[in-house]
């Protein structure tokens, strides 16, 4: 049987798992991710999400989402944050860093959240948004031009652009105009879309029925797909040919700023030598007292194992693949770990605003993200836990779930690049 | 391993990751993507077998969609039984049953192979067969070699052998590379390793891949019976072709539900073979310098396997040597589909990855373990490509 050996393994290719090895690898050790499959990133709007809507009054958008964040040790200390926070402003800017380096610099709104335009014609708030979606004063815009394509399933620029106006957060004097374009290709995804719009033809084609719409002041809107490559800027084109600013807006799956954000940070860890292999799944360790030695994995069909140092399990929740459930009972499926559920584990409601329990299950840590029993002892001290494996956050209500997949990555790399060669 | 066909189904939770990644989808709008033809239509082919998409003969059956799927779902094989249906219901072209039995095409060349290669590189002939079969005129065949592998290997006796192999070598070594083939058996030589080679069935994943269930099945009874009998007798299976690895140790189980428990716990790509030698401690490490730069392509036959990539690691024990990983992705080409009139654009633009990989990298020469994979790598970039096992018997200076 092939055992494979390396100082961090970390289990699972999602933004925590990314992240956490473009820490490690920087303290010189040897850095592997390995997966089943490719994260929820390429699923998520792109942004980071750090704290959304305010602890008191849910219903108002969080006006400064850090400050909101250190009030969790008194509201809700089993919260992921509280694990993290002497690393959160760190990890916030050593992603941008990293995101500025490969020309797609991520923005803040200093401090405070975005307010970005939604498919739905809504607004979402999040932290920290690529350039071609961090989008400022849309309301001092003269005319909002949206844009979508009839090949195109899955956007519907009418509807963004009547529940845009029904939301009255817009001026009475904003014009906003639907452009809907004819594409020479007869049936579009947005990843073929993308591909088209790095080619020649498909900003020509795109340009020449927008052009006569844009007047001076024009905002330009379009669904998530402006290009799939990181060195093609597929809005500076278009924005440059417009003559007008270009903008995406976060729509449902797959859009593209998450997998240009996966790209990136891809190419990172080539470029830092971390090995990155997908299509192994995990299904088990070898555990000696608190200690894991080994983990085994499954690829077409066949076992091998991998021996590290350190284990990062970034697995994700039950989106990831990380958690498991059956009817009354959800485990952590690699380690066995106890996953922390709770009494009720769904609302009533589908989309209720308390959220459903089972979004908070997941594993305890203590602050150096080593899983807990439920005694609070460290069960595996060689093994840190990132991202949606964490029990106690409610990522959908909350809006934070890319935000702890950032400090928990980077925390669980740091930590891991200071164990003892 | 086997997995029930529904709850495979319903382990697809729609996330459309299959669809974001499958690099056919990207540069075409011809092709309904993995999704769609994969779990969606799989669910109405439950009742309704007919109930395939026209577009299916667009998926390359690269594998993408099944490795980057964080369900499991093993969409590319739902996708081989799908045209599978679509052809045994609608026939598949002349073309395609020619392309799809590579093993018959390989052994009738074999009757004068430079006449061949002779013709396979003449214009006007090409230009006919494009007219008149839909193969793309401007992708090169690869060509003949004058003698098969299996013509010229010679077993070497081993007194105490350190391990006993049966080497699959598969159609492209045998009839096209043989200096592979016979890399490898230096190699296992010169490591105390005893290797032996039979006369098999191709692997039939051309078959497949054509939708030509009922052959390729036919191989894999033959293939597996055959490799049973040796596993038996202590020898562990090596290939050097990802493809046909893919092929004996999940696909006729998966495809053709064939048991292939001894085969797929015995089965190694040659490195997978050679690093576990080395974790014993029993390779020699004795290379010679090799002042030289690769840029090494990972075929998608070997990422789908999940296990890395083994080779890189052996090829890291060579002094000098520098191998760049290219990252590039699927080199478009995915065996016989490259070849079709229809499809030769989107192979084509899909290997402009690659083009741009050794732009950014800069690498002057390339290395990839697919025989197939080497020939559209060197169609792209004009690059020369060699197969890493060259690379280690040049360092052992054999
Ligand atoms: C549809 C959707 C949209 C979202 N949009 C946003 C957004 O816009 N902004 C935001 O901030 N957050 C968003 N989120 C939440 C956010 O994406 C996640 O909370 C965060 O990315 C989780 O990252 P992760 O690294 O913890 O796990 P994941 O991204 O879930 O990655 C898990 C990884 O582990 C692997 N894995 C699982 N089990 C195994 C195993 N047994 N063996 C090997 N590998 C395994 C998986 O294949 C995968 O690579 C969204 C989530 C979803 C589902
Ligand atoms: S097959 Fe897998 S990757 Fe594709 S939509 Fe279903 S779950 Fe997602
Ligand atoms: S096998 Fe390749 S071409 Fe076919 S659907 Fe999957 S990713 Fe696309």
Not at chain 2, 285 to 299: A, E, M, T
């Amino acid at each position: 049987m092939m055992n494979k050996k390396t100082d961090v393994l970390i289990i699972g290719a999602g933004l925590s798992g990314l992240l956490a090895a473009a820490k490690a690898v920087e303290s010189g050790k040897g850095v592997t991710v390995a997966a089943k499959g490719m994260g929820s990133l390429s699923l998520s709007s792109g942004c980071i999400d750090l704290w959304g809507y305010d602890i008191d009054d849910p219903q108002r958008v969080c006006q400064n989402p850090l400050a909101q964040i250190a009030r969790l040790n008194e509201v809700n200390p089993e919260h992921p944050y509280t694990k993290v926070a002497d690393v959160l402003e760190e990890s916030l800017r050593y992603f941008q860093g990293l995101t500025e380096r490969y020309g797609c610099p991520y923005r803040d709104n200093g401090g405070a959240n975005w307010l970005l335009p939604t498919a739905l014609g809504t607004f979402r708030p999040s932290f920290l948004a690529p350039p071609s979606m961090a989008l400022r004063d849309l309301d001092k815009a003269k005319r909002i031009v949206i844009v979508g394509y009839e090949e195109l399933k899955d956007f519907y620029p009418e509807v963004m652009a009547s529940n845009l106006a029904r939301n009255g957060n817009l001026p009475e004097s904003v014009k906003l105009t639907v452009v809907k374009l004819r594409s020479a290709w007869k049936k579009l995804y947005a990843t073929t879309l993308a591909h088209r719009l790095e080619q020649a033809e498909g900003i020509r084609e795109a340009v020449e029925q927008i052009k006569a719409h844009i007047v001076d002041g024009t905002v330009v809107l379009f669904p998530p797909v402006l290009g799939e490559r990181l060195d093609i800027d597929v809005t500076g084109q278009l924005a440059k040919a417009l003559g007008a600013p270009v903008y995406e807006v976060a729509n449902i799956p797959p859009a593209l700023p998450g997998q240009r954000l996966q790209q990136l940070l891809l190419k990172h860890l080539r470029n830092a030598g971390v090995d990155v292999i997908i299509g192994c799944t995990f299904t088990g360790a070898k555990v000696e007292g608190n200690r894991c030695l080994q983990v085994t994995a499954e690829g077409a069909g066949k076992t091998f194992t991998f021996s590290a140092k350190t284990y990062i399990l970034a697995t994700g929740a039950f989106v990831g693949g990380g958690l498991d459930s059956r009817i009354g009972e959800a485990r952590e499926v690699i380690f066995n770990l106890p996953v922390r559920t709770a009494e009720k584990w769904a609302s009533g409601e589908f989309l209720s605003m308390n959220g459903h329990g089972f979004n908070r299950f997941g594993i305890a840590v203590n602050d150096r993200l080593q899983p807990l029993d439920r005694e609070g002892r460290v069960c595996l001290e060689n093994v840190r836990i990132t991202g949606a494996n964490l029990a106690g956050a409610n990522g959908p209500i909350e809006k934070c779930g890319n935000g702890i997949a950032v400090a928990s990555g980077y925390k669980a790399g740091k930590l891991a690049g200071e164990v003892a060669q | 391993m086997s997995q029930d066909r529904h709850l495979i189904l319903d382990n697809c939770i729609k996330c459309n990751i299959c669809v974001a990644n499958c690099p056919v989808v990207k540069v075409t709008d011809q092709y309904a993507g993995p999704k769609q033809n994969g779990p969606d239509l799989e669910r109405f082919r439950l009742d309704e077998p007919a109930a395939v998409h026209p577009s299916i003969g667009y998926c390359s059956n690269c594998k993408t969609c099944d490795f980057v799927c964080p369900s499991g779902v093993n969409v590319a094989t739902m996708n081989c039984k799908a045209k599978g249906e679509y052809v045994a219901l609608n026939g598949a072209p002349l073309r395609d049953q020619v392309l799809g039995r590579v093993e018959l095409i390989c052994k009738a060349a074999q009757i004068a192979p430079s006449i061949v290669n002779w013709a396979a590189g003449v214009g006007p002939f090409r230009a006919m067969g494009e007219a008149l079969f839909g193969v793309a005129a401007q992708m090169p065949f690869p060509r003949f070699a004058t003698k098969t592998f299996l013509q010229q290997f010679k077993p070497k006796k081993i007194a105490h052998p350190k391990g006993k192999v049966l080497y699959y070598p598969g159609c492209y070594v045998n009839y096209y590379t043989p200096e592979v083939g016979l890399a490898l058996a230096k190699v296992f030589a010169h490591n105390g390793i005893e290797m032996v080679v039979d006369d098999f069935n191709c692997c039939g994943l051309p078959t497949v891949s054509n939708g030509l269930m009922d052959a390729a099945k036919a191989y894999g009874v033959n293939n597996l019976a055959k490799l049973n009998r040796y596993i038996k007798e202590g020898y562990a299976v090596v290939t050097t072709c990802p493809s046909c690895n893919l092929m004996l140790r999940q696909e006729y189980h998966e495809l053709f539900d064939m048991d292939t428990t001894l085969v797929t716990e015995n089965t190694y790509d040659a490195f997978e073979y050679l690093l576990m030698c080395h974790e014993k401690g029993q390779l020699d490490r004795n290379l010679k310098r090799l002042p030289r730069r690769y840029g090494y392509h990972q075929p998608c036959h070997l990422r789908a396997v999940g296990y890395g990539v083994p080779s890189l690691e052996i090829l890291r024990l060579i002094p000098e040597l520098q191998v760049t990983a290219l990252d590039a992705g699927c080199c478009g080409l995915s065996g016989s589909y490259g070849f079709k009139k229809e499809k030769y654009p989107i192979a084509r633009e899909i290997g402009q990855n690659i083009v741009r990989a050794v732009a950014d990298t800069g690498v002057k020469q390339a290395v990839t373990e697919c025989g197939m994979c080497q020939l559209q790598v060197n169609h792209v970039t004009g690059l020369p490509v060699v197969h890493p096992i060259q690379l280690l018997a040049e360092a052992y200076g054999l």
